[in-house]
């Protein structure tokens, strides 16, 4: 497809407002110039609910109908979700999410975006898709989770100290992913789970958020024992040496020795075996939105492709 210049500008503008716009199918990331995602389209929030550690701001009167949330206990059930991913955060990594100077809460609003949520820029709100949280229940753990984990990507100084070079997005949206299953056994898009299976050939540094199965082998959550601890390691690392790859390479070495075998491994694991019976909760059981089995789905992609 040609497209005159200034669209071609206009459309590489909205695709790297989207590259942290996470949780879309991205075909839909070609395509959807012009919709409502900057913040002269902001509603008014006529509605808010303060927690321990979140302010939501919502609306139901917007004359953009998409901004709108009718049931307030759709909001009372996301804020008790972000309350525990919080406090699952903060358990394991020993500090809190990114809140910007002078401010301890983290603010969220619900309205008409492209995408399912988007927690960009640091100082910025979580901003979740009004209209999709409404059709899609499914969506607001990992959601909310991922999200969520965006901010505490910050506090390490990802976007606020440090900005990881390209291709990334296997680090930042990989391992918000893994934190959608970390906090909850279930992921926005089934896709962050199958993909890299059924395409074996994916390069890993390019996978997006559909790297996140890397990122379990990584703490090694599909075997017996996991060790959520290597992800604070990394993390660590990584506000150390402002480089994500130097810092996984280093974390790897003193856990696991060669670097090399490290990937075999996963490279191996990646068309056969991923997942054996011993696996950990949540790490066993991951389901998609619409709540179904992808562990089971991805034991059936590797059985298809061995007799195939
Ligand atoms: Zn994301």
Not at 13 to 37: E, K, Y
Not at 117 to 123: F, I, L, M, S, T
Request: a neutral charge.
């Amino acid at each position: 497809m040609i497209i005159p210049r200034p669209a071609k500008a206009a459309l590489l503008l909205v695709l790297l407002t989207l590259a942290a716009c996470t949780a879309m199918p991205s075909f839909l990331q070609i395509g959807i110039g012009g919709q409502n995602n900057t913040d002269s389209d902001m509603p008014a929030f006529e509605n808010r609910l303060e927690t321990d550690h979140f302010v939501l701001n919502w609306t139901s009167r917007s004359r953009h109908v998409k901004d709108n949330i009718a049931d307030p206990a759709i909001i009372e059930e996301t804020s008790r979700y972000l309350e525990i991913a919080w406090n699952r955060y903060a358990d394991m990594f020993g500090r809190n999410p990114y809140t910007p100077p002078g401010k301890d809460k983290v603010e969220v609003v619900f309205r008409d975006i492209d995408c399912y949520g988007v927690a960009d820029p640091p100082e910025g709100p979580i901003q979740f898709n009004a209209a999709a949280w409404v059709k899609n229940p499914g969506i607001r753990q990992p959601t909310s989770a991922h999200e969520l984990f965006h901010k505490v990507q910050y506090a390490y100084g990802y976007k606020t100290q440090w900005r990881p070079k390209k291709p990334y997005m296997w680090f930042t949206e990989g391992t918000a992913a893994w934190s959608e299953v970390f906090v909850w056994g279930r992921v926005s898009r089934t896709c962050k789970v199958d993909t890299i299976f059924r395409n074996t050939k994916l390069d890993l540094y390019e996978a997006d958020d559909m790297a996140m199965p890397f990122w379990i082998y990584f703490v090694g959550g599909n075997g017996e024992k996991p060790n959520n601890g290597l992800m604070v390691k990394l993390l660590e690392r990584c506000e150390a040496l402002k480089d994500e790859k130097k810092a996984l390479l280093e974390v790897i070495q003193e856990t696991h020795g060669s670097a090399d075998q490290f990937f075999a491994g996963f490279a191996k694991e990646r068309k056969n075996g991923f997942w054996s019976e011993e696996c950990s909760v949540p790490y066993r059981c991951i389901l998609g939105p619409d709540g179904n089995d992808m562990v089971d789905k991805v034991r059936s992609i590797q059985k298809n492709a061995k007799s195939g």
